[in-house]
C-alpha cells in the first residue's frame, strides 16, 4: 500500500530578514535528486519551500507517494547524505523531520480546495517540480562541487550563483513560460487573483 511521506529540512535562519534560499537549491539538486534515481519506486513527488514567522521559520519539504519500504529506504538514504552532513557541520540544518502523510492521493493538498481540484494537483505539482529540477541542471554554469569540501562558503557561491540565474528566468519569462500557458490551457477564463503580496500591475496572462 502506497502513502505519503515527507522529508521536512528545517534550516536555521541566523538573521530573520535574511533567509538563506541557497540552501533549499543544494538540498533540491543533491539531496532530492540522488533520491529519484531511475530505481527508486516513487509514483508522485514534489517539493515545498517556505519560510515564515514562529516555529515552522525556514523550511525545505520534499514529499513523495510510495510504499512504507521504500520511504524507509528513501529516509536512511537523506539521513546518510553527505550534502545533510555538511549543513549539520556548519550547523545551518536545525532539524530534520520526517512523516507520514496519509494514503489518499490528495492527502498533502490545501483542505479548503474542492475534491475534485485536491485529486487532481498532485500531477501539476510533480510536473513543475521536475521542471524546476531540469532547469537547475541546464542553468548550471559548471559541475556542481564534489561533496567533499571543506568550506560551506563554496556551497555557497555555487548555489547563490545558480539560484540567481533562476530567478532571473522565473523573473523574465515566468508570465509568459507559466501564468500564460496554463490560463491556456483553461481556456483564457478570468480568475480571481488572491495574491499575499501585490506588487507591479495586475494585468491579463
Same mark, same amino acid.
Given at each position: ?94 532539524? !530534520?523531520?520526517? /512523516?507520514?502523510?496519509? #494514503?489518499?492521493?490528495? +492527502?498533502?493538498?490545501?483542505? $479548503?480546495?474542492?475534491?475534485?481540484? %485536491? ?15 531540469? !532547469?537547475?541542471? /541546464?542553468?548550471?554554469? #559548471?559541475?556542481?562541487? +564534489?561533496?567533499?569540501?571543506? $568550506?560551506?562558503?563554496?556551497?555557497? %557561491? ?48
Amino acid at each position: 500500500m502506497s502513502n505519503w511521506y515527507s522529508h521536512k529540512f528545517r534550516i536555521e535562519r541566523p538573521d530573520p530578514a535574511n533567509t538563506l534560499w541557497w540552501i533549499d537549491i543544494f538540498l533540491f539538486d543533491t539531496v532530492v535528486r540522488d533520491c529519484l534515481t531511475p530505481t527508486t519506486d516513487i509514483i508522485m513527488w514534489r517539493i515545498h519551500r517556505r519560510s515564515a514567522g514562529g516555529e515552522s521559520g525556514h523550511q525545505f519539504s520534499f514529499y513523495y507517494y510510495a510504499t512504507h519500504e521504500m520511504f524507509e529506504s528513501v529516509k536512511s538514504s537523506i539521513i546518510d547524505h553527505q550534502a545533510v552532513k555538511i549543513l549539520n557541520s556548519a550547523n545551518l540544518l536545525r532539524d !530534520l523531520l520526517h /512523516n507520514e502523510e496519509g #494514503s489518499e492521493i490528495e +492527502a498533502t493538498c490545501d483542505p $479548503s480546495w474542492p475534491l475534485s481540484l %485536491r485529486k487532481s494537483w498532485p500531477y501539476y505539482i510533480m510536473g513543475v517540480s521536475k521542471m524546476a529540477l531540469e !532547469l537547475i541542471e /541546464n542553468l548550471r554554469p #559548471s559541475p556542481r562541487p +564534489a561533496l567533499d569540501v571543506n $568550506s560551506i562558503h563554496e556551497y555557497e %557561491r555555487y548555489y547563490s550563483h545558480l539560484m540567481f540565474k533562476q530567478n532571473e528566468v522565473w523573473q523574465n519569462f515566468g508570465s509568459h513560460a507559466f501564468f500564460h500557458h496554463i490560463n491556456a490551457i483553461f481556456g483564457y477564463v478570468p480568475l480571481i487573483a488572491r495574491p499575499s503580496v501585490l506588487r507591479g500591475i495586475l494585468t491579463s496572462f
